[in-house]
């Protein structure tokens, strides 16, 4: 019998071994310590200091603390050492690194040379990088998605550099680019990228947040800024087999494909030893990402088969957010490298644990405080309650907001799931905070809360000191002892969308309270008295939003419902939000969204989701025509074949076996003739659904159709393609199987 391509792809997969590069290496041949190249590809703060002029090094210092305009002069300064640290690296081109509505990354490289022509005909050139060059860039904006925030005829967009986060190089086979990461807005202003709104929001929280401690009595704040941790999830998959899977290719996820008898129900792949060529490209990639100044820390095995987490230090959100966008283009490109695909699909695998970017964020003074540190006597630290109640609030007042930052397609296969918060926004903070929280309201301020302390029965062992929360898993929103972990982003996705959400919610609750706390002080009251008053006010507002038990049970659906916190199952239900001016008015006021911004970002949403699920359903219908019903077809053929084979000719010493075989083969044609008409079926029906016209202006409807009856039928072509897979000859089967993709080794 012939090979077939997957049983070859099969037989490669087993055969490949670790990849190895050669990392930096100290004179006695050991490796470098990562603190040797550490941001070797990066120009930072300390490399500009070290090469600008000081005029031009304190305008940039000026820029980056008050937002002061840089002069041309210090522009010019700054692009000339750019240029030639960038040169001296082999760079030979350079280009504004942005974040357009993609979910990509984009860049237009231009190189250094310009022609210096001082008579006719010569031709000689220079390296060039200048002041306005560095500032801005004019590329085409027309295709890239606006939400009607232009019109065709006005194509022209700009990207400006941000200074507050350091210019970079990224490197190819053949050299280098200097990449200046910039904002991207179009010719009237608007925001056309992710990153803006964070900034905005930035700015937002730390002008609101200042105003607010100020009012509590800390008058030495004068800044307060944002820190950003980012787990972030994917999988791994041999190469060979995800080119033979046109929805992995297409869609970046199984559209079919039979659970495996062995998934994740052993829970032994959480933690456990990295297989040996995951742990290369780990090693590779952090190398990689080492040297581009993300600091990653963490690497370890996730829940599902095949499924991976790295997680950095956390940093300065806007910088975080930039190295998570680098961190997946650096990781795809690595992964080629070792014949592996990197998966940031939410759910790449049916009936498998899903992908979050979990996104881990505290608010920290110019003085180095974690304001969400509640100390080693929380019950009396009145600022680190007063900042909690000002995040319970957001949530409370902005949970529906917060729950469309998150909507897409592929995040509504995740959540909801046992793996990931559902569609419904709540904050756990743990029994110990419970505790303090209600003594408060109940009238018990200052008083403490017993120690929790962890015996382990081990007498050569240390008693523990318990967190102060324990990790809810199942919360889309936890407090874990000195931030907020916000589970519910997707793995895809670019994290500054959702946390300008999140931060511009913060913002708006800590200028609210801030008033209303204004107000018990300017009517006399003494300031700990006006600020437990308004703690007991607040966290008894805001109680209908913390919970602390299992968010995946049907319990929780309907007591949120008695709370009356909004159960947005898909992305057209959550995006709704964005329509009703009422409801994000948080976001104008507080100078993270205009209103046209809003307006196109929902329109882009809702194009987004109706594109990829019409990709999905397209694909699926492709893969049903062409691989599964042949398949099956084949498998039918040769059943019969078989059965006539045994058809009996009389008696004979044999005709009971034939009998019996007959039988057999009967309720094999029988149960392989229903799978393949099913399959046959939900093809046409599916055909014919996404035949008939939408007509939808602001496609709402058209997404509203898709997520209603389109995925539905998706669900139900993708469980008779599943039967027919178990029913199938393993060699007939054409697509590589769930347990051949999930057990590399």
Known sequence: MPMTSRRAARLAAGQRRPRSFDPPRQPDGHRSPVSAYFAHHVLDIIKLKERLPREAYQALLATLRSGAPLPPEAADSIASVARDWATGHGATHFTHWFQPMTGLTAEKHDSFIDLNVTMPGELKVLERFVGSQLIQSEPDASSFPSGGMRTTFEARGYTAWDPSSPMFLVESENGRTLCVPSVFISYHGDSLDHKTPLLRALEAVD?????????????????????????????????????????????????????????????????????????????????????????????????????????????????????????????????????????????PFEGLNGSGKHSNWSLVTDRGENLLDPGRTPHQNLRFLAVLAVCLKAVHDHGDAIRASIASANNDLRLGANEAPPAILSVFVGDYMTQIIERLVAGSAGEGTEQFIMDMGVGRLPQLALDYTDRNRTSPFAFTGNRFEFRAVGSSMNCAGPMAVVLGAVADAAGRLAGRLKVGLDGGARRDEAVLELLREVFRETAPVRFGGNNYSAEWRAEAARRGLPELRDTPAALEVLRDPARVAFLREQGVFTEIELSGRYNIAVERYVKHVTLEAETQLEMLRTQVVPAGEKQLSATLRALDGLAPAGGGKHAAAREAGVRVLAVRVERLSAALAEVAEAADRLEALLGEPNGEADGAAAARRLADEVRPLMARARAAADRLEHLADDELWPLPKYREMLFMR
Request: glycine content about 4%; charged content about 25%.
């Open 207 to 347: 002008r609101q947040a200042v105003a607010f401690l100020k009012l509590l009595g800390d008058v030495d704040v004068h800044a307060v800024g944002v820190t950003l941790g980012i787990e972030q999830e994917y999988f791994l998959l041999d190469r060979d087999y995800w080119a033979q899977r046109p929805d992995l290719v297409m869609c970046d996820r199984t559209l079919l494909g039979a659970a495996s008898p062995r998934g994740q129900q052993f829970e032994d792949h959480y933690f456990g030893s990295i297989p040996p060529r995951v742990l290369a490209f780990m090693e590779e990639l952090e190398f990689e990402l080492h040297r581009l100044g993300i600091p990653v820390k963490t690497r370890h095995n996730e829940v599902a088969p095949m499924q991976f987490e790295l997680a950095p230090i956390h940093e300065d959100a806007n910088i975080a957010s930039d190295h998570n966008a680098l961190t997946m283009d650096v990781a795809r490109k690595v992964a080629l490298r070792h014949h592996l695909v990197c998966l940031f699909h939410e759910k």
